[in-house]
């Protein structure tokens, strides 16, 4: 500060300005801390500079080294006031950039160095200021150095009666005080957004991740071991993690860990981890040692992936796959059975191949049915429309079909698509569609009985058919399935009568109380 | 091939959910004069007949209706009762403890089941 007093008077003033740039040098650091933006932060610059110089206004702008043009960094709050004052339609707040290097503040900048205009509306060098701006009398201007190189500058305007030798002294005093500002809140928001980003990869990252201090006791983490688990940081800290690990395996995990702290070295280990909500996740574990550049562990980064759901689907698989073999296994079982059934009837070879490929097709299509939707249910007049169609019998004033909406569950397809099969088959060959003036019924509902369960009662009704004697082999079959198996599979009952007027067939079958229906 | 005679007034358990296989068995162990305690196809049923005496052996498919059987044979090795597993698993999808089992796998021939239990009674006999 150059202070060269003529008397005791001006030694005073010289005295209450320095006290008066120290002070500001001071609002600034303090300010610099806790203002929430770099504009923020040079408009508390910029009122301590107008404070100390008497400027009417001013403003703050770096240069920009890729386009040697000026941004501001911000105008001063009595700035915008002048601007409003001046009419401007200039949007409050929004600090111009881009600005040509040239006129007053160029020299500035160019010459690096602090310079006075008490002659700005006039000065050869001026460039005039833009439309909005208010008019400008006095002109101070001061760069801002950093590392000997001009970075950008104060320019500050309007004070009344014209800037001083001294105005400009205590500009270039606060000048660093500023450089130093601007670097630190600049440093210090570099790092808070680094630092954001890290914590919103950490969160984002669906993964639980901790850091543990070297001796594996202190735990800072994403915050996901707590969604899973409950436990805070503080609680997982010191060992208090291992609580949750499931009993059974506590001490392959307590001996993992130990191995890798004496030794130093990753560990990788699965186990199961109790939940917040109540039983046990798998997790995938591993941790890693951070080393210092000579080599000496400094913490430990770990993380843990939850493979619970992976298990679980490993574990679906194995069971699909295993009950896809028992199916195919079973289907094979039954077709010899009701292969060694249809020659055990003694017919002629023909015989014997016609009916067994036509109990095979009915077994393949209620394979079909039953796994073209999810649940593998079928609906039953589907299924009964189907076995008819398979015998060349469709819609006709001889049949008549009636009956609600029913869900056969999967169990039941295949043994009730045979007995329709071979009722089917006895009445093209004997019965109803044999005989001129025959007619078959088939009708259905669904009721409840006394202890809610829910029945399908069909009835098979085949009326207009002379009493015919009845194939020994089809009767063979088809009774033992209609008799037998349906009431040993399905729990069902069931009453076949061959008599005058034609076959007389009722099934009563129970269905699950989960499948849809009437 | 079964020695004549062993099976002949033995009580054997079925519990088999597939009607055509269970009365497969039923003939054919009826074929040997054997006396067939079932066959029932659920788990439920199968566990009523596990507990009834003088059961001599067991034919066992290890998958009822989508219930496993493994209660039924646990039930039956403790009261001392020998059984087969008649099942379309592999043996992998067994667990351990059953491994030991004698299994005939589906699809079968009638005469590889009696063997089997022909072979189960043969090592019951001896001391």
Known sequence: MRMEPRDETSLLATLARKNAVLEGINRIFHEALTA???????????????????????????????????????????GWTAFEAAKSDWPRGKVPTGLTIHGLYGRVLREGRGLIFNDAATHADRIGTPAGHPPLASFLG??????????????????????????????EELAPAIVQALRSKRAEMALRDSEEQRRLTLELVPAMLWRV????????????????????????????????????????????????????????????????????????????????????ITHWLGAATDISDMQLLEERQRVLVAELQHRV?????????????????????????????????????????????????????NLIRDELLSVGVSDGPELSIAGPDVALPAGAV?????AVHELATNA??????????????????????????????????????????????????????????????LGAETRLEFRGGGVRCTIALPLSGDEEGA | ????????????????DEYFIASDLRRALGAEQAVVIGPVSSLAAGL????????????????????????????????GVPFVFVTGYDDWALPDAYRHVRRVPKPFAVPTVLDALDQLLASEERP
């Open chain 1, 36 to 78: 929430p933006s770099l504009e923020a932060l040079g408009r508390v610059c910029l009122r301590v500079a107008e404070d100390v110089t008497g400027a009417a206004f001013s403003f703050m702008g770096e240069i920009d080294r890729a386009t040697d043009t000026l941004d501001e960094i911000a105008i001063s709050e009595r």
């Open chain 1, 142 to 171: 001061v760069p801002l150095h950093q590392n000997g190189a001009v970075i950008g500058m104060v320019g500050l305007g309007n004070r009344p009666g014209g800037f001083r030798d001294e105005d400009l002294a205590a500009a």
């Open chain 1, 213 to 296: 201090d070297l001796n594996g006791l202190r735990i800072e983490s994403n915050q996901q071991w707590h969604a899973i688990t409950g436990q805070t940081d503080e609680q997982a800290s010191a060992g208090g993690w291992m609580e949750l690990i499931h009993p059974s395996e506590a001490g392959k995990v307590t001996r993992a860990f130990r191995r890798a702290y004496a030794a130093g070295e990753p560990v990788t280990v699965q186990c199961r981890v109790r939940q917040a909500e109540g039983g046990y996740r798998a997790l995938l574990i591993r941790q890693v040692p951070v080393r210092d550049d000579a080599g000496q």
């Open chain 1, 329 to 381: 296994r079973n289907i094979l079982t039954v077709v010899r059975s009701v292969f060694a059934r249809t020659v055990e009837g003694g017919e002629s070879l023909d015989d014997v191949a016609d009916h067994f490929r036509g109990r095979l097709d009915a077994l393949a299509r209620t394979q079909v049915s039953a796994t073209l939707n999810a649940s593998g249910t079928v609906d039953l007049e």
């Open chain 1, 414 to 418: 295949e043994l009730l698509g045979l």
């Open chain 1, 428 to 489: 093209l060959k004997f019965g109803a569609f044999r005989s001129p003036g025959g007619s078959l019924s088939i009708t259905w509902d669904v009721n409840v009985d006394g202890r809610s369960a829910r029945r399908l009662d069909l009835r098979w009704t085949e009326q207009g058919v002379p009493a015919v004697p009845v194939g020994a082999a089809r009767q063979g079959f088809g009774t033992e399935l209609i008799e037998e198996a349906l009431p040993y599979r």
């Open chain 2, 1 to 16: 091939m079964t020695m004549p005679g062993r099976l002949a007034g033995r009580r054997i358990l079925v519990v088999e």
């Open chain 2, 48 to 79: 009523e007949l596990a507990e009834r005496d003088g059961i001599d052996a067991a034919l066992l498919d290890v998958n009822l209706e989508g219930d496993s059987s493994l209660a039924i044979a646990d039930r039956l090795a403790a009261r």
